[in-house]
């Protein structure tokens, strides 16, 4: 069952988030620019919220199970498909990648999830997963106070190995990993792989 209370109850304050905290999302928003298909690839960003993300790495298709977001994402100019990331509603091979950013954590069956990722990719198609490390300072700190948060109450954080082996399990093969918002150094640094970061994004090919 999709969770999405909160976030239609309190879509102002997940859009204030952003503007709070500008430096990190810039440096999250770089992080991912850095692994999605350059040229004219056809995207999907699966649980796309208000579309802070979709928007300005010009993605032009959602997914999004919330209608209060979905509908501050179409005035982007954003075509948003109601749905959930467990039964995607698109024949199959529709996209050239397919972006999750900060929801597999809300998902009922991230493995499902990845299938059908699969599934509506097209041949030689990537998914780019971005999510918050469990195993990472941060991560450990939004884990243990998530009963009192308004956003990650329901949450299930996962580590970035976990987050590999359902991709793996799903039929992809692992091709780059980025973290950034590392403890003690600028919000703006980016380093390959994982480990480090508590924004970690991972590619994989279908």
């Known amino acids: ?10 879509t102002e304050a997940y859009d204030k988030w952003f503007e709070d905290n500008e430096a990190s999302f810039r440096s999250e928003l770089d992080t991912i620019r850095r692994l999605i298909p ?3 690839a056809d995207g999907l960003e699966v649980g796309m919220g208000t579309g802070q993300f979709a928007g300005p790495l010009g993605i032009k298709t959602g997914l999004e199970p919330s209608e209060k977001m979905a509908l501050k994402a179409r005035a982007q100019g954003i075509t948003v498909y109601s749905g959930v990331a467990e039964k995607m509603p698109f024949p199959d091979a529709s996209f050239d990648y397919l972006l999750f950013v900060t929801v597999i954590c809300f ?3 991230v493995f499902n999830s990845f299938k059908e990722a699969h599934r509506v990719l097209r041949p030689g198609g990537c998914v780019i997963v971005a999510f918050i490390d469990r195993q ?7 884990n243990a106070k998530k009963g009192k948060s308004r956003f990650y109450k329901d949450a299930a954080f996962f580590s970035s190995q976990e987050v590999i082996d359902l991709l793996e ?4 093969e692992i091709k780059k990993a980025k973290q950034t918002l590392i403890p003690g150094s600028p919000n703006n640094t980016i ?3 994982y480990g480090q970061g508590a924004f970690v994004v991972i590619k994989a090919m279908a």
Request: aromatic residues 10%.
């Open 1 to 10: 069952m999709p969770k999405t209370t909160a976030f239609d109850k309190h």
């Open 38 to 40: 350059k040229g004219r």
């Open 107 to 109: 998902l009922d069956d």
């Open 136 to 142: 990472s300072e941060m991560g450990r700190q939004y």
């Open 169 to 172: 399990r799903a039929g992809f």
């Open 191 to 193: 380093r390959d792989g």
